[in-house]
């Protein structure tokens, strides 16, 4: 390499040195910024669009801003709340009153209330796409009731509201739907499941602090059918097996009836993959669902042998045929909503693209009424634990 290259190359180096350290890239400062982090939306009872932000407060996040020294007193986010005619005219009142401009850059979790929910949420998904800070990976949420009822839920392992909602999702507790998932769907009918909230108040818990004594947890999915919210919903067991079906189950657990003397035993089933698969022959279509998983014995309260390698191929075949029966109520709940919930058309679409278009009409009363479905469950018990009989009935002998 010559003097000359050598220059250059330097001098391209401590260029792109400059660029790395340039400070911020918009005209605007941090500083003047609110951001989002959770968006609530409702209907009220007069048919007004109700909007709620949650708002985390930097001034009450870092320990010694707020009172001088120690940690911030307060909780660390806000929620703002506005009624108009439409969410453009909510989201304006609500700016007018912040000191700091709205951006929806940090926003991962969108709840809707029920009454919005069973209307659609068409005007949500149109006031999204309008955004163009805002991410289509955005988790979508139901609530049964009102949906500010989520703002009394305590903050215990997390200090704000969002992450908890995040963390059910990376965890695999609740579906994982996005604006963007509901987007696809109504191309294809608007049929969908998406995760519901369930909140209570726990029995017993001291009354000085009206928050420490409510709960929220996970309260099944709501069944959309035609872009709305349906009265029929899985529970929240069906919603662990509507998981598994879309190959959003990582690990779960099945407790069976032993065969022997119908004591209780569980397995801890994981390696779950499942597939969805269209078959056309004869000018007519059926689909295939197949799941494979490996499994141990978690606990056991019946004195089978399980050394005996019959008995393991009865308890696999026992094991196959619960979930299997599992998966056939759940997809019989999306066919009384009259809901292609597991998007199935997508699949047919994707594979045999010709077909789809003859049959596209009259999907949604194929689906509901005759397609016909093909449930293949297949488990290995791969490792029955530290001990082959029970440990009750070992000691109680």
């Known amino acids: 390499m010559t003097r000359t290259h050598r220059a250059v190359v330097t001098a391209m180096l401590v260029f792109l040195l400059f660029i790395g350290v340039g400070g911020c890239w918009s005209a605007q400062e941090l500083n003047n910024r609110a951001f989002v982090n959770t968006v609530l939306i409702d209907m009220t009872e007069d048919g007004q669009t109700e ?20 940690q911030p007193q307060g909780d660390p986010f806000s929620f703002v709340t506005r009624r108009a005619e439409n969410l453009s005219q909510a989201l304006n009142l609500i700016q007018v009153d912040l000191p700091r401009n709205l ?18 949420l068409d005007k949500v998904v149109e006031f999204v796409f309008r955004q163009p800070s805002f991410r289509l990976s955005a988790s979508l949420f139901i ?4 949906v500010k009822e989520i703002t009394k839920a305590p903050m215990v392992f997390e200090r704000i509201l969002s992450d908890i909602l995040r963390k059910y999702v990376n965890n695999h507790y609740t579906l994982d739907t996005t604006i963007k998932d509901y987007k696809l769907a109504l191309y294809q009918g608007g049929d969908i499941l998406i995760p519901l909230l369930n909140f209570g108040e726990l029995p017993g818990v001291a009354q000085e602090d009206p ?10 999915a709501a069944i959309f059918s035609g872009g709305k919210m349906s009265k029929i919903k899985l529970n929240p067991s069906e919603q662990q097996t509507a998981l598994w079906i879309s190959s959003q189950l990582k690990n779960t657990t099945v ?26 022959q004869g000018g007519q279509v059926s689909f295939r669902i197949q799941s494979n998983a490996k499994a141990f014995v978690e606990t056991s309260l019946s004195h089978i042998d399980l050394k005996d390698p019959m008995v393991l191929q009865q308890l696999e075949e026992i094991l196959n045929k619960q979930v299997e029966e599992q998966f056939i109520s759940v ?61 009750v009935h070992e000691t109680n002998r």
């Open 103 to 120: 951006t929806f850059g940090q926003t991962r979790i969108i709840v809707i209330g029920r009454r919005q929910a069973e209307q659609g």
């Open 51 to 70: 909007l709620t932000v949650g708002i985390p407060l930097p001034n009450r996040m870092i320990p010694g801003e707020a009172g001088g020294t120690g």
């Open 331 to 391: 997809l019989n709940k999306t066919r009384q909503a009259r809901s292609d919930a597991f998007l199935m058309s997508q699949y047919l679409d994707w594979r045999y693209p010709k077909f789809w278009h003859t049959m596209q009409d009259q999907w949604k009363n194929y689906y509901a009424k005759e397609l016909p479905i093909e449930v293949d469950v297949d488990i290995k018990l791969n490792r029955t634990g530290g001990v082959y009989r029970s440990v």
């Open 143 to 146: 609530t049964p009731g009102d």
């Open 211 to 220: 928050k420490k004594n409510r709960w929220m947890g996970s309260g099944g």
């Open 255 to 280: 407790t069976i009836a032993s065969p022997t003397d119908d004591k209780e035993m569980s397995f801890f089933i994981e390696g779950i993959k499942t597939g969805i698969e269209p078959v056309v």
